[in-house]
């Protein structure tokens, strides 16, 4: 348990959506709550704690997580050149010189 939880924080560590990071924070200090409490009471949580505490944020967390990875998926797929064909040496200063316009705005 305790590796998963350490597994679980490294994902947190990773994610740059607070509210993600911060459901991941919350999973993971419940899991740790419950490991308290077998320790204190030497009783199991039930199977409803841990699908309400730890499966079912699970799973949201993992749907929030799929969907930022598709739309970033998507954006990437957006700047991918349509011509794939190399820039004639003549004219790659230029065109490296409008790709740098373009950046700023211009």
Do not use: C, H
Request: charged share 35%.
């Amino acid at each position: 348990m305790r590796e998963w939880a350490g597994k679980l924080g490294d994902i947190q560590d990773i994610l740059d959506d607070p509210e993600m990071r911060d459901s991941a924070g919350q999973i993971k200090d419940d899991v740790k709550e419950m490991l308290r409490e077998f320790k204190r009471n030497s009783q199991l949580p039930t199977q409803e704690t841990i699908k309400n505490y730890v499966l079912n944020p699970l799973g949201e967390l993992n749907t929030r997580v799929e969907n930022e990875l598709t739309r970033l998926g998507d954006d990437q797929q957006k700047l991918l050149p349509i011509d794939k064909d190399p820039v004639p040496e003549a004219y790659s200063e230029l065109v490296q010189k409008y790709y740098e316009e373009l950046g700023k705005g211009k």
